[in-house]
């Protein structure tokens, strides 16, 4: 039978490992929930605040060109160059894309947009070595002002900005909702495809006499 003595000193050892048990519990605890609000801070500041890599800037440091799209004068009569930077592309299809959609932004130095507002572009694809087929949503038809000049601005302000930026396309058919159309609004025709127009292009401006 145990004495007294011992069996307070068993006792003490017992408190003594039982507070440290408690204490390393208490440790691991405190060590979870500093390691959990580190990766939550870290998380949220990289969300408010992205990092510097990533694909949005590694897409912001694309290699960029510089292009000329055409866009129409005030009065519809010819089409007027603008330069601008797009991003670069290696196939002809996705540099084609660029293009196109740069257009569809509109003009950035006032003069008149060739497309109305809410086109979409649905795809383009090359058929043969330098015919692009390039298809448009109902709402090119279906938004589009309509009249001979108007028509003609869509069409040629298209087809000159892609050949004359990219070499190989040479001719551009205009497709809607991935179909041929009879005509976009009844007076140009696209069952055919189309070709650099260089007459509409606005003669240049003489020089200035000093």
Not at 106 to 131: A, C, H
Not at 166 to 176: N, Q
């Amino acid at each position: 039978m145990a004495t007294k003595k011992a069996r307070r000193t068993e006792e003490v050892k017992h408190k003594r490992t039982k507070k440290k048990r408690q204490f390393a519990l208490f440790s691991v605890i405190v060590v979870a929930f500093v390691v959990f609000l580190a990766i939550f801070f870290i998380t949220l500041f990289d969300y408010i605040y992205p990092p510097a890599t990533g694909k949005h800037t590694a897409a912001q440091k694309r290699e960029k060109q510089e292009v000329i799209l055409f866009f129409s004068d005030a009065n519809e009569r010819f089409l007027v160059p603008e330069k601008r930077l797009i991003p670069k592309e290696k196939a002809t299809e996705e540099q084609a894309k660029e293009l196109i959609n740069a257009l569809l932004a509109g003009s950035k130095t006032g003069l008149v947009n060739t497309f109305p507002e809410k086109v979409e572009l649905q795809s383009v694809r090359m058929d043969g070595s330098d015919t692009l087929s390039v298809s448009f949503s109902d709402s090119l038809v279906a938004n589009h002002p309509g009249g001979s000049a108007a028509e003609m601005a869509t069409v040629y302000s298209i087809t000159n900005t892609l050949t004359a930026n990219v070499p190989v396309i040479k001719k551009v058919k205009i497709l809607i909702g991935g179909k041929e159309r009879e005509s976009l609004k009844g007076h140009i025709g696209l069952r055919n495809p189309f070709t650099m127009n260089r007459e509409l292009i606005a003669p240049a401006a003489p020089p200035k006499e000093g």
